[in-house]
């Protein structure tokens, strides 16, 4: 049986791939990306110019990237591009792409053609969007985001937990309230104008990528622009692969990115739910001398007394067991969680039994 050789994208690693989408995505090996984040042009079909009330001009976009002979030349090279996309995912693998409502309905139909698993559309709240001058229309204050699984089987990354205290402990929403791109944060080209009509927040990005990678994932970028992506996976210790056909574009994202500071590892650590912590007997605590045999434990308000024995289970009245179980014997509950009902002595303090887990978790994630 012969042995096979694992993708190697290392040589793109931290590169902006200056091309055509559709050719330069070729390059990216099979199966050696993490995430993908498109922000594809839109399409928007503006014809002629766009005017204020006062007749001066609005700077929209106009550019030939975004515009395509029909719906048809717009969904085939949709399909192209996408079709390429999955084709570089990792088997976990999931992608992230914005549009409005002039595209993202026939983005989502060809995802899902294409056999990607929808799992979340985000809707971006802009909290200061362009007016509608014309006043033919509501004012289009959003924007929309798709969140995809490379198939319906992907075990995709999802950080739950991070994203809640992110919140401050409530579930993030699938409405994000941000600002467009404005003030420092704008690039802009030498006559001061902005560089680039659709650069996107960081915010936008440092959520997307802190929500769904890890430090070390390779994040695609196939519609590079102005280099956001690349900043924002930077920052966050993540690996950026860019692809841009404008060469002032790629020239300005890569002055952006190296002018980035990467945060330091232990800003990068990311919360993680309990179940995914590794399981700590209490046995291993006595193991450690953390706890020891003949050690009294108590409730938190010392009504309750039981001595720890070198079983690792705990004795109190004319019971014995488990600290889970005895705990909720002696509250006459049918369940407890005896980590945080428990408490030993130290000194003159009742310390919760919880403390002495959690240093033996910090020690072996050290060694791992």
Known sequence: M?????????????????????????????????LVFADPPYNLQLSGNLTRPDQSRVDAVDDDWDKFSSFAAYDKFTHAWLKECRRALKPDGALWVIGSYHNIFRVGAILQDLGFWILNDIVWRKTNPMPNFRGRRFTNAHETLIWAGRSQETKYTFHYEAMKIFNDDLQMRSD???????????????????????????ALLHRVLLSSTNPGD?????????????????????VFVGIEQDETYAEAAMARIMATEQLPAEALKVTTPKRAEPRIPFGTLLERGLVKAGDTLFDPAERVAAR???????ACRDASGSIHKIGAYVQ??????????WHVRKGTNLVPIDVFRQQVRAELGAMA
Not at 180 to 202: F, I, M, S, V, Y
Request: charged letters at 20%.
């Open 2 to 34: 012969g042995y096979q050789t694992r993708p190697d994208i290392r040589p793109l690693h931290n590169r902006i791939l200056v091309g055509d989408c559709l050719t330069e995505l070729k390059r990216i090996p099979t199966g050696s990306v993490d």
């Open 332 to 341: 006459g509950a049918e369940a407890c969680n005896g980590w945080t009902f």
């Open 218 to 238: 390779v994040v695609l970028d196939p519609f590079f622009g102005t280099g956001t992506t690349g900043a924002a996976a930077k920052q966050l210790g993540r």
């Open 308 to 314: 720890v024995r070198a079983d690792g289970s705990i």
């Open 176 to 202: 994000w309230t941000l600002s467009l791109c404005t003030g420092g944060e704008r690039l802009k080209n030498d006559a001061g104008q902005k560089l680039h009509p659709t650069q996107k927040p960081e």
